[in-house]
């Protein structure tokens, strides 16, 4: 069975469900919830989808690591002190609190279900459908987008071709500073191996025809749509529900000004092998809207845990858990369809 | 520029950012319309840019410093982004594996197409056609991923030939494929050219499979003048050493017409009634105990497996040469052998260790390993930090990294950042790695892919130095010339095993898909030019100095 059963469209907007939380929130029960919904689509990934991506796995949590120390070392904040950094120690003195270590905690576990959210989709999605569903007046960010997809995949290709090599000729990598010889050597190969791609895109014609000249405001509309996006998105995170909306309409306007002038290229493209919709995508889609849904109309306690100033148990919201099982959606239809194939 | 002429270069020069010295300087040329022609040098001669400059990848993409224009159907490529020059030229890059856009081989021939809207039914046909061309009919619904090099490389050819476009640009096209597959792809690019009138601008190393059936020859020589004129006129003027076997024996004997294919050299072999030396026979083995053994070896991926009871083995002084048809298991029984791929069933032993068992790292402190991709075994800051590193991990005095720096003539990059140098001295580098410390057994991976005749030859004469000084050599390759010049044995991998092995002249001679072109001009134990000759071959070196003395040259 093939993971791209499900349709690309469908796994985006599960994608995009599932990281709503772990930008928004940092409710540990909700997050805790996110986090097994999406180890149980993984789980339920084919094999050999689920290969190579451990060291990525192991990053997150050292980074998830790292941000717990960095919360504690950095903020004074908070009613709960273990312990204090003497006053010779500049910079980083003063009271540890027992709130920064859970909020750095919340951090890194939100750092985690991102990472595995992410891993999950480019284990998944088949990039070149997506491409495809670009509308042509964004080929520049299809473009970026393929080079920053196809960025992180090569890298470990790269990284497991280096250390073939080198188990090859009898070296093994032991230390910290075993690996920092490799970052040089990814990074040059991983920029190289993404400028390839997007030289392979433009040269098979991808976006078609040049656009005919256009006015500036038309030309930068694209960037300030998705500028738009980005500053809606940071409006909802900090608590501006209308502000959001109000960002998020702007944006929409510039996007729709943007793919209907792109209307007007002469060149339409055409598709080999059009995706069609099954009953699965409908489930993903479904599920994934209710889980969205369950975590725009929670409550703010229920999906922003604040430890500052005094920590407080979190507020576990039955609805917002249920909601979130809509994540589970791709698991269901996978097995489903893998019950069907036995 | 005429109305017939499909590209004019005009006056152009371009140097790379951060390069000394500008790979193009003033560089003019002209291809008519409908015309297919070859460009040949050594390696950094510029073939690629001046292929790139065609779609506009170059500047557009390079960056550096670009002068002059290049016209293609008359629109200058300076003014038109690559993805609007993709109307008129089709491109087929070096590295097929980095270039594959889609996830399916049916997706990515439809990508290109897809993009400049050809309706759904002519996309089917093409799409048809283009598997029919390339041969790749039958690995229509392979995940790209799974596909082998030759497999990719054949499938990028399709995707580009499904544009139809009216320039088709192919940066060594058949690097990477086995002997029948690229006598396909070129027939397919040959019939495009005569059938359907597209112009064909092709970079090519190894000019027998081309030279026969193209209409005009650039051979880029830095700091000499270019020769541009029909291949016949050009080997005719050229370094001899970069002559296919056909023209190079033509030359030695002095037949006029130079004879470009098997065709015209059994042609002239019959009017002048040519007799070759005594046919010889392929030598003994050495008797001495294997270095390298596999018995009844099955290897696969999960539950597929590739290779099914496979059993030969390499003893000191030999050269084996594995070959057979793009995606037969020749790579992954070489990783196989240095532990880096499971063995599942049989017995493999390599310099007295056990595959199956020990590790890949107490594999490589005795057995040299040169990968397809040489750079990936560079990973230290300087090529000297390299080579003693390699020395170190197979516990040899640093007071031996002068002379293999030496060898491998490395000494004036000694300080250089491997990644920085170019593709041949980064083979020379990794060849430096592989061979540190003398191991006894040595595994290459078509370690001439993209590799220009002249390197080519220095290869092979390491290849024979390493076998008089005893080294096991076990090569995987699809150049069957270079077999014939240097291999002891071949082992024919196919249907999921040995199909033949034996003696180099056993096995090549008489093959119609991996037989030489002495061999098919003369038959029986003929495979090289040496073996044909009645005369010791002249110092090439010593007549080039010579030619240069006397202004040939």
Partial sequence: MSVRTIDPRAWLCWAASAMLLPLTGRNPFALLSVLLAVLAVREALPHDARLGWSWIVRLGVLFAGLSVIFNVLTVRAGDRVFGTIPGWMPLIDGDLTLNSVVFGLLSGLAVLALVLIGITLAAVLDWSAVLRLLPQSLTGAGVAGSVAFSFFPQMVASYREIVDAQAMRGHELRGPRDYLNLAPLLLAGGIERAVTMSELLESRGFGGAPAPVRSRMRALAPAVGLGAVCVAAYLFAVGEPLAALIGAGFASCLLALTIWSGRSIEVRRTRYRPLVWHRGDWVVLVGAGIAAMSVLLAGDAAVRFEPYPELDWPVASVPLTLGLLGLLAPAGVLLWRERDRV | ?553
């Fill in chain 2, 1 to 553: 520029m005429s109305r017939t002429t499909d590209i004019a270069f005009e006056s152009v020069s371009y140097r790379y950012p951060n390069a000394e010295r500008a790979v193009l300087r003033d560089f003019d040329w002209e291809i008519g319309e409908s015309e297919q022609v070859l460009l040949a040098g050594e390696s950094g001669s510029g073939k690629s840019t001046i292929l790139r400059c065609l779609n506009g990848l170059v500047p557009h993409f390079s960056g550096g410093e670009f002068g002059g224009r290049v016209l293609v159907r008359g629109e200058d490529t300076r003014l038109l982004p690559t993805r609007a020059l993709a109307r008129h030229v089709g491109f087929v890059f070096q590295d097929p594996e980095a270039h594959s856009v889609s996830t399916t081989v049916e997706d990515e021939i439809a990508f290109g197409m897809e993009q400049l809207g050809v309706p759904v039914p002519a996309m089917r046909r093409r799409v048809e056609e283009a598997l029919d061309l390339t041969g790749t009919e039958r690995i229509r619904k392979r995940s790209i991923g799974t596909l082998s090099g030759g497999e990719r490389q054949r499938v990028a050819i399709a995707a580009a030939l499904a544009l139809q476009p009216r320039i088709l640009a192919l940066d060594e096209p058949t690097s990477q494929l086995d002997p029948a597959g690229a006598e396909d792809v070129l027939d397919a690019v040959r019939r495009l050219n005569e059938e359907l009138g597209i112009t064909v601008v092709l970079a090519e190393q190894r000019l027998e499979r081309v030279v026969g059936f193209t209409d005009r020859m650039r051979l880029l020589r830095p700091g000499w003048f270019d020769l541009d004129d029909h291949p016949r006129e050009v080997l005719r003027e050229c370094d001899p050493r970069l002559d296919p076997p056909v023209a190079f024996l033509g030359r030695i004997e002095g037949w006029d017409p130079l004879p470009l294919t098997v065709k015209d050299a059994r042609r002239t072999v019959a009017r002048l009634g040519f007799e070759p030396a005594v046919s010889p026979v392929d030598p003994p083995r050495p008797d001495r105990a294997p270095a390298v053994v596999l018995d009844r070896v099955t290897i696969g991926y999960g539950k597929t497996p590739v290779l099914e009871a496979v059993s030969f083995d390499v003893r000191p002084g030999e050269l084996v040469a594995i070959m057979g048809r793009n995606g037969t298991g020749k790579s992954t029984l070489l990783r196989a052998l240095m532990g880096l791929h499971t063995i599942a069933g049989g017995a493999a032993r390599i310099a007295e260790l056990n595959p199956a068992i020990d590790r890949t790292q107490a594999i490589g402190k005795k057995a040299g390993f040169l990968p397809q991709r040489a750079a990936s075994l560079l990973f230290h800051e300087t090529v000297e930090a390299d080579v003693a590193a390699a020395l170190a991990s197979r516990d040899m005095d640093r007071s031996r990294l002068d002379a293999l720096l030496g060898r491998f003539a490395l000494e004036h990059l000694r300080e250089r950042y491997p990644l920085d140098l170019s593709a041949g001295e980064q083979e020379r580098a990794a060849l430096a790695v592989a061979l540190a410390g003398d191991p006894e057994v040595l595994l290459l991976d078509e370690p001439t892919r993209g590799m220009d005749a002249l390197r080519k030859k220095e290869l092979a004469e390491l290849f024979l130095e390493l076998r008089e000084r005893g080294v096991a050599v076990l090569m995987a390759t699809h150049d069957v010339e270079l077999v014939a010049r240097v291999a002891t044995r071949v082992v024919l991998l196919g249907d999921g095993g040995v199909v033949a092995q034996g003696g180099t002249r056993e096995v090549l001679a008489g093959s119609l898909t991996f037989g030489t072109q002495m061999n098919r001009v003369f038959g029986n134990g003929w495979l090289t030019v040496d073996d044909v000759v009645r005369v010791p071959l002249p110092d090439w070196d010593n007549a080039r100095v010579e030619m240069r003395r006397s202004g040939m040259e």
